[in-house]
């Protein structure tokens, strides 16, 4: 069963970045419209960004001017680019289609922002 495979999580200090990627655990299935998703601690998951297949783009308010969404079609990838990251953006980061579909949860990567 397909499903997305996150990486690029780490601990890293306020102000610092990181660059999350994405693909499928099958090169046979093809990305679709795409987001990022985050689980902050005690919270639920919620939606930050998302690309569609030609590129268009939305995020989160708390996040638009620091964070960039995109993907490689070639590479079958999806990248968020995060800079100025702060404390309230620690969390497990996921992505999925957009709109998310439950089967193809992953295991997320862990962005920790800490002094």
């Known amino acids: 069963q397909v499903q997305m495979v996150e990486s690029g999580g780490d601990l890293v200090h306020p102000g610092g970045s990181l660059r999350l990627s994405c693909t499928a655990s099958e090169s046979s299935f093809t990305l679709g419209d795409m987001g990022w998703y985050r689980q902050a601690p005690g919270k639920e998951r919620a939606f930050v960004a998302a690309i569609t297949t030609i590129g268009t783009r939305t995020a989160l308010d708390a996040v638009k001017d620091r964070f960039t969404i995109s993907r490689d079609n070639a590479r079958n990838t999806i990248y968020l680019q995060m800079n100025d990251l702060r404390p309230e953006d620690t969390g497990v980061y996921y992505c999925?289609?957009?709109?998310?579909?439950?089967?193809?949860w992953g295991r997320g990567t862990q962005v920790l922002v800490s002094s």
């Open positions: 999925n289609a957009f709109p998310s579909i439950s089967r193809l």
